[in-house]
């Protein structure tokens, strides 16, 4: 019997991870005309469905309440008596993702998206084994994303990465955080808003890396006010188990060990490649272990694409979209694969928010040159009635020679909101004349952005 006809099934493209990448690439795709195959061994939506940005937007909320509890004191609302119930916070999420889950397959099978459950697994440039069986396909697509990774000290088996969060039987009383990106910061707040005394360790003299520097010493100066301990310059040495079910965490410095009820590890992510078969492939990965692609997603296997997570870039879900629909119609139609990474805004869902589009004040001076930069903080107006000192940032960059606006920058309540619209006017190329033009909405923080005339540096 040949090869050929021992193969079960063949299809034009077969997905492996149905993420958000896989699920948008496997539905556009069955939708203009192929026969699409989507592969996935846990679950429909991928790390920001099930694991990410909707269990964390929906914790981040929860956190919010207790401050808000406080906050409705100024405004004639007595709230006492109010305790908060770990498990009904988790069991809700657990049936929201369910939801979500039942969507994401209905969609699949609306597109008429062959959805295998199972390991798959690559046996070479155009053949996937998956429950025992062997497919073929013409194109292959890997969106398998990527995990938590936890730094190989004694006592790593002790820790806990932001997916084990999702799924805590019980909520303990004190908690460090070990890392300094998003995730991290994100996960302090959480836990700090849902009364859990927080600790975040970082390595680094400042964390969140990448951001606009006003934006990192602004954060800095509110989680602290939200009782968060802050300790940078350190790093985490060793853990090890100590009497009543607590953790010591024993620091690099030599410091006095911290005792804790739990350790999270928000120390980076690595992409999903290991047990893919790649070795019997021609793709190669970069020193990071993501897959090498071109400027068509195209691995160095010429039959194999790559698009999300798995190859680096901004680790964003609405660019795994992008790029997921970009390729769909590229390995379908042959359309020129057109994804524009210019501005693209994201969200940082700590407490207060951190919402940014476009260059910070550092790359904008080394991109542009000559830049105005405009700045201002306030006490947002509902604070003013009661005992919470919450300020918010709001920042402008500015290139001097075309008066475009060339970055946005907020801290506050509602900043990814905010800043998705500022993002908007920024893509089309809007001038600080534009902005300045624009009437605001009155009373709102959004409106600073409008009414901001006196650049603060040039």
């Given at each position: 019997?040949?090869?050929?006809?021992?193969?079960?099934?063949?299809?034009?493209?077969?997905?492996?991870?149905?993420?958000?990448?896989?699920?948008?690439?496997?539905?556009?795709?069955?939708?203009?005309?192929?026969?699409?195959?989507?592969?996935?061994?846990?679950?429909?939506?991928?790390?920001?469905?099930?694991?990410?940005?909707?269990?964390?937007?929906?914790?981040?909320?929860?956190?919010?309440?207790?401050?808000?509890?406080?906050?409705?004191?100024?405004?004639?609302?007595?709230?006492?008596?109010?305790?908060?119930?770990?498990?009904?916070?988790?069991q809700n999420k657990d049936n929201e993702i369910t939801r979500l889950?039942?969507?994401?397959?209905?969609?699949?099978?609306?597109?008429?998206?062959?959805?295998?459950?199972?390991?798959?697994?690559?046996?070479?440039?155009?053949?996937?084994?998956?429950?025992?069986?062997?497919?073929?396909?013409?194109?292959?697509?890997?969106?398998?994303?990527?995990?938590?990774?936890?730094?190989?000290?004694?006592?790593?088996?002790?820790?806990?990465?932001?997916?084990?969060?999702?799924?805590?039987?019980?909520?303990?009383?004190?908690?460090?955080?070990?890392?300094?990106?998003?995730?991290?910061?994100?996960?302090?707040?959480?836990?700090?808003?849902?009364?859990?005394?927080?600790?975040?360790?970082?390595?680094?003299?400042?964390?969140?890396?990448?951001?606009?520097?006003?934006?990192?010493?602004?954060?800095?100066?509110?989680?602290?006010?939200?009782?968060?301990?802050?300790?940078?310059?350190?790093?985490?040495?060793?853990?090890?188990?100590?009497?009543?079910?607590?953790?010591?965490?024993?620091?690099?410095?030599?410091?006095?060990?911290?005792?804790?009820?739990?350790?999270?590890?928000?120390?980076?992510?690595?992409?999903?490649?290991?047990?893919?078969?790649?070795?019997?492939?021609?793709?190669?990965?970069?020193?990071?272990?993501?897959?090498?692609?071109?400027?068509?997603?195209?691995?160095?296997?010429?039959?194999?694409?790559?698009?999300?997570?798995?190859?680096?870039?901004?680790?964003?879900?609405?660019?795994?979209?992008?790029?997921?629909?970009?390729?769909?119609?590229?390995?379908?139609?042959?359309?020129?694969?057109?994804?524009?990474?210019?501005?693209?805004?994201?969200?940082?869902?700590?407490?207060?928010?951190?919402?940014?589009?476009?260059?910070?004040?550092?790359?904008?001076?080394?991109?542009?040159?000559?830049?105005?930069?405009?700045?201002?903080?306030?006490?947002?107006?509902?604070?003013?009635?009661?005992?919470?000192?919450?300020?918010?940032?709001?920042?402008?960059?500015?290139?001097?020679?075309?008066?475009?606006?060339?970055?946005?920058?907020?801290?506050?309540?509602?900043?990814?909101?905010?800043?998705?619209?500022?993002?908007?006017?920024?893509?089309?190329?809007?001038?600080?004349?534009?902005?300045?033009?624009?009437?605001?909405?009155?009373?709102?923080?959004?409106?600073?952005?409008?009414?901001?005339?006196?650049?603060?540096?040039?």
């Amino acid at each position: 019997m040949s090869a050929q006809s021992s193969l079960s099934e063949s299809f034009d493209i077969i997905v492996i991870g149905a993420g958000s990448g896989g699920v948008r690439l496997s539905r556009i795709a069955a939708g203009l005309g192929a026969k699409v195959a989507v592969i996935e061994e846990q679950y429909l939506g991928g790390t920001c469905v099930n694991i990410g940005c909707v269990p964390k937007k929906l914790f981040v909320y929860a956190a919010h309440y207790r401050e808000d509890f406080h906050d409705a004191s100024g405004y004639g609302w007595n709230a006492e008596n109010i305790r908060f119930d770990w498990k009904v916070l988790k069991q809700n999420k657990d049936n929201e993702i369910t939801r979500l889950n039942g969507i994401y397959r209905n969609l699949l099978a609306n597109a008429g998206v062959q959805l295998i459950e199972g390991r798959g697994k690559l046996t070479g440039p155009t053949t996937v084994e998956v429950n025992g069986k062997t497919l073929q396909a013409k194109k292959i697509v890997i969106a398998t994303g990527g995990t938590p990774n936890i730094p190989d000290i004694p006592g790593k088996a002790l820790l806990k990465t932001s997916t084990d969060m999702f799924y805590l039987d019980k909520i303990p009383s004190s908690a460090v955080v070990w890392g300094g990106g998003y995730i991290a910061v994100e996960f302090a707040g959480i836990l700090a808003g849902l009364g859990v005394k927080t600790t975040l360790i970082y390595r680094g003299d400042m964390f969140l890396r990448g951001f606009d520097e006003d934006v990192r010493q602004f954060v800095r100066a509110e989680l602290e006010k939200k009782g968060i301990e802050l300790r940078f310059g350190e790093n985490i040495a060793k853990v090890d188990k100590v009497d009543g079910g607590n953790l010591q965490v024993t620091l690099t410095s030599g410091d006095t060990p911290v005792i804790t009820g739990l350790v999270l590890a928000a120390t980076g992510r690595i992409p999903n490649t290991a047990g893919l078969g790649l070795e019997s492939t021609t793709v190669t990965l970069n020193s990071a272990g993501e897959i090498i692609v071109d400027n068509n997603f195209r691995s160095t296997c010429d039959s194999i694409y790559a698009v999300g997570d798995v190859i680096g870039g901004m680790q964003l879900t609405p660019v795994a979209l992008a790029e997921g629909q970009a390729l769909a119609h590229h390995l379908v139609k042959g359309a020129p694969v057109m994804v524009d990474y210019d501005y693209i805004p994201t969200a940082v869902f700590c407490q207060p928010t951190i919402g940014t589009v476009g260059f910070t004040e550092a790359q904008a001076r080394k991109k542009f040159g000559k830049i105005r930069v405009y700045r201002s903080e306030f006490r947002p107006m509902k604070y003013t009635m009661n005992e919470n000192t919450e300020r918010c940032l709001m920042k402008l960059i500015v290139d001097d020679a075309s008066d475009k606006v060339v970055g946005a920058h907020m801290v506050g309540a509602e900043a990814g909101e905010i800043i998705q619209g500022m993002a908007v006017a920024i893509k089309a190329g809007a001038t600080k004349a534009h902005f300045d033009a624009t009437i605001g909405i009155h009373p709102t923080a959004a409106e600073e952005f409008v009414t901001m005339r006196t650049p603060v540096s040039s």
